[in-house]
């Protein structure tokens, strides 16, 4: 299996990720917190909170941080109260942009949301104006350390949406049902590193635009992802072109 992959995004977020661990495991802790606090503590009971700790794996998050997340969740003189809201709209030259977030504050979030589109050329739209363009997708990428014959049949075997052979990495796509199942068929056979472990909305199609229009989206997805508030920013930009 191949194609055009779409995992460029996931790769330049990488490269922030690396830039900014501490932001980002705050963002993990709360997605950990939220997870837990809506079902089981134990992982194996609850698939959300099995994603996300997969996901956190992924980003090397401490054990000792996603342990104390979900017991914080479970303590019941615990008050946090955290809503997930999602913003939707068109960044510069009409490229779709979804933001998700955890909030404990509606109106403050969205507040800080409006200006990062706002000062930088972009514009919100409403509910389903652009989720539409986008799925959810499990998305495995992981080194090539690893046979590539042996990844490809696990794959094919259990399913996988697309396999990619990429430079440096092989990507497996998953339907979002299928991704716990995904995950646990590479682990049983001792596949258990991981660059990238998570479920995202993939668009099911892109605008292209040159490096200089580029950097205009990147500025409003960097501006948007510095909320606090902000989980994830998803858009429909090409960037491999």
């Known amino acids: 299996m191949s194609g055009h992959s779409k995992w460029a995004t996931i790769k330049r977020k990488k490269g922030l990720i690396d830039a900014e661990r501490s932001k980002v495991f705050q963002k993990l802790t709360k997605e950990i917190y939220v997870a837990a606090k809506g079902g089981d503590k134990n992982p194996d009971n609850n698939p959300s909170l099995r ?3 997969d996901k956190a794996k992924a980003e090397n998050m401490p054990k000792d941080r996603i342990q104390a997340a979900i017991d914080k969740a479970h303590n019941t003189s615990d008050s946090t109260n955290y809503e997930a809201v999602r913003y939707e709209g068109y960044g510069p030259n009409g490229v779709a942009v979804m933001v998700d977030c955890l909030t404990d504050n509606r109106n403050r979030t969205a507040s800080m949301v409006r200006a990062a589109f706002t000062k930088r050329g972009g514009n919100l739209g409403t509910d389903g104006s652009v989720s539409y ?3 959810k997708k499990g998305v495995i990428v992981l080194p090539k350390t690893y046979n590539e014959d042996d990844v490809m049949m696990i794959a094919l075997d259990n399913d996988a949406l697309d396999f990619l052979v990429e430079d440096d990495s092989y990507v497996i796509y998953t339907s979002f049902e299928n991704f716990i199942n995904m995950n646990k068929a590479l682990d049983d056979a001792g596949i258990e590193d991981k660059i990238m472990n998570e479920v995202r909305f993939i668009p099911n199609m892109t605008v292209s635009l040159d ?13 948007l992802e510095d909320i606090e508030d902000v989980q994830d920013v998803y858009t429909n930009l090409n960037e491999e072109e």
């Open 51 to 53: 994603m996300i700790i």
């Open 133 to 135: 363009m986008f799925e």
């Open 211 to 223: 490096d200089e229009h580029k950097e205009k989206i990147y500025n409003l997805v960097d501006a």
